[in-house]
C-alpha cells in the first residue's frame, strides 16, 4: 500500500512560516507537520510514500536526506574526518520525493507520480498539512467493501469562533469551540483506485474541481464519515492550536 501526499503548495495564508519553507515542514513539537502525517499512516501499515514537491522541495528531500542525522545522536571526529550516529530509530518507511513543479495544481501533481502508483490496486492520498485520528486500516477496509473508484474522509470541522448562549441579555454560558453548523466537508484523507488518474487533464487541474465532481456525478465517491479528531493547519492561529495539543502530551492525533 502506498500513500500521496501534496507537499508542493505554496501556503500563502500562513506566509509566517513559508516564506522561508515549504508548508509540510513547519513544525509541530519539533517535527515537521509531514512527519506527522507519515507517522499516522505507518501506525495503520503503511509505509510506502511518494511525497509530491513543488515550493522549496528541496527543503522536503534534504529533510530525508538528512535523516539519520535529525533523529540521532552524532559524534564528528575532527581528526580522523569521521561521523559516527549513535541510537538511531530507522522508520520502517521508504520514500519517493518527486519534483512535480511549483506552480502544479493537486490533480496535476497526483497525475504526474502516476508512473510510481503502476501495478497498485488502490492507494492512500492525503495533503501535507492536516492531521486525524482517523483509523487508515478501517477506511481502507470500508473503500475495499463499497467497490467504487474513490473514498473521501467526510470531517465536521469545529466553529472556527466561540459561541455565546444567551438568555435574554443575559450570558449564560460560552463555549470557545462549539461545533459547526454540522455540515460535512472534505477531510483530504482519500483511498483511490488508480483509474481516477484518468479523470485529471493536465498540471492546470486541481483535484477537487472536475476529477471529485465527475466520481460524485458518476456514483464513484464514497463518504466515510468521521466524527473524531481532524484539524487542518491553514493558518499560524492553527498551527499554535496544534502545538499547544502536542505540548499538553495528549495530541489526538499521535496514534503511534
Not at 507517522?39 to 510506502?48: E, L, Q, R
Not at 478501517?138 to 467497490?147: P, S, T
Not at 466553529?159 to 469551540?177: Q, S
Not at 488508480?194 to 456525478?217: C, F, N, R, Y
Request: glycine share 10%; proline share 4%; with cysteine.
Amino acid at each position: 500500500m502506498k500513500a500521496v501526499i501534496l507537499a508542493g503548495g505554496l501556503g500563502t495564508r500562513i506566509s509566517e512560516e513559508t516564506h522561508l519553507k515549504p508548508k509540510p515542514m513547519i513544525e509541530i513539537g519539533g517535527k515537521p507537520i509531514l512527519w506527522h502525517i507519515m507517522k499516522i499512516y505507518s501506525a495503520h501499515g503503511v509505509n510506502d510514500f511518494i511525497i509530491c514537491c513543488g515550493y522549496r522541495g528541496y527543503m522536503i528531500k534534504e529533510y530525508f536526506a538528512n535523516y539519520f542525522l535529525y533523529m540521532a545522536d552524532v559524534t564528528f571526529d575532527m581528526k580522523f574526518n569521521q561521523m559516527i550516529v549513535h541510537n538511531c530509530e530507522a522508520e520502517p518507511w521508504k520514500v519517493t520525493v518527486v519534483d512535480t513543479g511549483e506552480h502544479t495544481q493537486t490533480g496535476g501533481r497526483l497525475k504526474r507520480v502516476a508512473k510510481y502508483l503502476e501495478g497498485e490496486e488502490l492507494f492512500c492520498f492525503t495533503y501535507g498539512d492536516g492531521v486525524s485520528d482517523v483509523n487508515i486500516k478501517d477506511e481502507i477496509a470500508f473503500h475495499q467493501a463499497h467497490g467504487k473508484l474513490a473514498t473521501v474522509l467526510a470531517v465536521q470541522p469545529p466553529g472556527r469562533f466561540g459561541a455565546l448562549v444567551t438568555d435574554g441579555d443575559y450570558v449564560r454560558d460560552f463555549m470557545e469551540k462549539p461545533s459547526g453548523d454540522g455540515g460535512w466537508i472534505n477531510g483530504g484523507f482519500f483511498v483511490l483506485s488508480p483509474k481516477v488518474i484518468e479523470l485529471i487533464e493536465g498540471d492546470h487541474m486541481s483535484w477537487e474541481s472536475k476529477p471529485m465532481q465527475t466520481l460524485a456525478e458518476k456514483g464513484e465517491l464514497v463518504a466515510y464519515k468521521h466524527t473524531g479528531f481532524w484539524h487542518p493547519m491553514d493558518t499560524l492561529r492553527d498551527k499554535n492550536y496544534l502545538e499547544e495539543l502536542w505540548k499538553s502530551g495528549k495530541a489526538p492525533w499521535k496514534v503511534w
